[in-house]
């Protein structure tokens, strides 16, 4: 098995001085923020001075001991500042070039047993072994079907705004009864889409806005701002028919509702 390292060596990689960021986190996590496109720009907000060295080879949490390599940044320069009200530190970094046959493609085996996430690299590099290549890079991938769907909400914004084709095609051919979890309590808010391009076109709402036009969720984010979206949560209750009658999905939507108490505990007013 070969080592990561290695492959970035053979790449020009000037890797003598750097951190080994073995990125978690959420709201959003680091793996919805790259396939968002914005990996180096959540990696640069840092509540400590944690890269201390000329460059950073980052790594995304898949799950066990999987890891995904997403790139190898420089260091450029690091001051104080805000986010979300809390002081940090904001780094400005600039990603490596040539690496594109590898970032979103390598992923990383890493038995990594313990809780700290800035790791000197000298000291862990030889431990970072290549599990696989793969051909393209890694993205939310092909609809998984109707009883999978578990969607946060910065993972939403991305397939919509980049119309990812099987989420489009299947969840604009279907109506039904969906459920928005807040997850920082919680509570539900259950609602249906019928007519038109079904859930895809009322989701798309959602993605644009946060509440949907839904009077419930815009009090929450007006109360909570605007940024608190991002701990809303989509799946799936019921799939019907595009053809349905409108009736007939409120029914369902109505039955949902009793099921989930979400008008006595959740938040659904009516």
């Known amino acids: ?39 180096k720009q ?6 400590k001075k944690n890269f201390q060295r000329k460059h950073i080879l980052s790594l995304i949490h898949l799950g066990g001991k999987r890891w ?3 790139g190898f940044y420089e260091v450029l320069d690091v001051k104080k500042g805000k986010w979300r009200k809390h002081d940090c530190y904001i780094y400005s970094t600039k990603e490596i070039n040539g690496l594109d046959h590898l970032t979103g493609k390598v992923e990383v085996i890493f038995d990594k ?25 890694l993205t939310i991938g092909d609809f998984p079907g109707f009883n999978d769907v578990l969607l946060s909400y910065p993972m939403l914004q991305t397939l919509v705004r980049e119309s990812t084709p099987s989420w489009k095609s299947i969840l604009s051919s279907i109506a039904g009864v969906y ?8 509570k539900h808010y259950v609602g249906s889409a019928y007519g038109g391009d079904g859930i895809w076109q009322r989701w798309a709402t959602y993605a644009k806005t946060g509440h949907g ?8 984010l007006r109360n909570k701002g605007k940024d608190h979206a991002q701990h809303f949560q989509f799946s799936l209750l019921e799939v019907c028919d595009i053809h349905s009658s409108d009736e007939h999905i409120i029914g369902r939507e109505t039955h949902w509702k009793n099921v989930l108490r979400s008008r006595e505990f959740g938040l659904n007013k009516n």
């Open 42 to 47: 959540w990696q640069e907000f840092q509540s």
């Open 179 to 186: 459920v928005i979890t807040e997850t920082t309590t919680g």
């Open 113 to 137: 047993s313990f809780r700290a996430s800035y790791l000197r690299g000298e000291k862990y590099v030889d431990q970072l072994m290549i599990a696989a290549i793969r051909e393209q890079r």
């Open 68 to 70: 995904l390599f997403a």
């Open 1 to 39: 098995m070969m080592k990561l390292i290695d492959l970035l060596t053979l790449a020009g990689v000037d890797s003598s001085n750097f951190k080994i960021h073995c990125a978690r986190g959420t709201h959003p996590t680091p793996l919805e923020a790259f396939f968002d496109g914005k990996f």
């Open 213 to 220: 036009g839904n009077k419930e969720l815009r009090a929450l």
